[in-house]
Nanobody
Framework: QVQLVESGGGLVQAGGSLRLSCAAS????????LGWFRQAPGKRRQLVAS???????NYLDSVKGRFTISRDNAKNTGYLQMNSLKPEDTAVYYC???????????????WGQGTQVTVSS
């Protein structure tokens, strides 16, 4: 049974930083891509960042230069370092794992439970 457990969300002031973690079990983590998605109230879900099994990364334009996705395959854990946070980054953030194609097309099979990130102005 695949399980993805996120942690690290919270409330932060604009300009602050947070690091999200995604611990995976029940899946061959190093053979899959990892994606971080977010969904704000009334808005559709967005792919914020992704990293392939070969560590190729991709970012939403609005977070480039501020967010960094990484993975530690030895720990079966992925990360999203978020710096210079803005109020518009407020959303529930989800990690997801699957093939690169499924992650990049927003259709991964395996999802975490989500963690709330709130950025105050």
């Amino acid at each position: 049974q695949v399980q993805l457990v996120e942690s690290g969300g919270g409330l932060v002031q604009a300009g602050g930083s947070l690091r999200l973690s995604c611990a995976a079990s029940g899946i061959v983590f190093n053979a899959n891509a990892l994606g971080w998605f977010r969904q704000a109230p009334g808005k559709r879900r967005q792919l914020v960042a992704s990293i392939t099994s070969g560590s190729t990364t991709n970012y939403l334009d609005s977070v480039k230069g501020r967010f960094t996705i990484s993975r530690d395959n030895a720990k079966n854990t992925g990360y999203l370092q978020m710096n210079s946070l803005k109020p518009e980054d407020t959303a529930v953030y989800y990690c997801a794992v699957d093939t690169s194609l499924k992650v990049l097309t927003g259709t991964p099979r395996y999802w975490g439970q989500g963690t709330q990130v709130t950025v105050s102005s």
